[in-house]
């Protein structure tokens, strides 16, 4: 038994994950959260329980490379600027239907899987009480705009 309180064992997932989301009227006008925005909420942790995203991508849907945005927050309703904070971008591909994974996301001490010949596990924690938001960077709707996935898991 540990010398601590802290609960030291591995993390368990309840309860898989895996949401799509159209980005086409899922807009901000830059990097910094503005109160015009039309980000949409794509994992909601705030009423629920955390989870561990083993991987965030883009699907192309047309041969123009948008900016995706990703942002933590702990508003469920709205993307608020002081309830926000930037975490990683995506660009989607120029070709019709190629996925982009985040190369970005951090390492992590727990065992995921897809995690290829990285000397490295990658994952995001999402913490309960935060929700995970995209949004596409620019102010105008499109009819072309990339999907955004993740998949993952509940703890």
Request: hydrophobic share 40%.
């Amino acid at each position: 038994m540990a010398s601590t309180s802290t609960n030291k064992q591995p993390l368990f997932i309840d309860r898989v994950l895996h949401y799509v989301v159209n980005l086409d009227t899922a807009t901000n006008d830059g990097l910094d959260i503005i109160g015009t925005n039309t980000a949409k909420l794509i994992v909601d942790a705030v009423s629920s329980d955390g989870a561990i995203l083993e991987d965030v991508y883009v699907i192309s849907r047309s041969s123009t490379g948008y900016n995706v945005n990703l942002y933590i927050s702990t508003a469920r309703d709205y993307l608020r600027p002081n309830e926000s904070a930037f975490i990683g971008r995506l660009t989607s591909s120029t070709t019709v239907a190629e996925r982009v994974a985040w190369e970005g996301m951090p390492k992590s001490l727990a065992p995921v899987p897809q995690v290829g010949d990285e000397p490295a596990n990658r994952a995001f924690y999402l913490p309960k009480g935060y929700a995970l938001w995209a949004a596409r960077e620019g102010s105008a709707n499109v009819s072309d705009g990339p999907l955004l996935g993740c998949q993952g898991g509940w703890y």
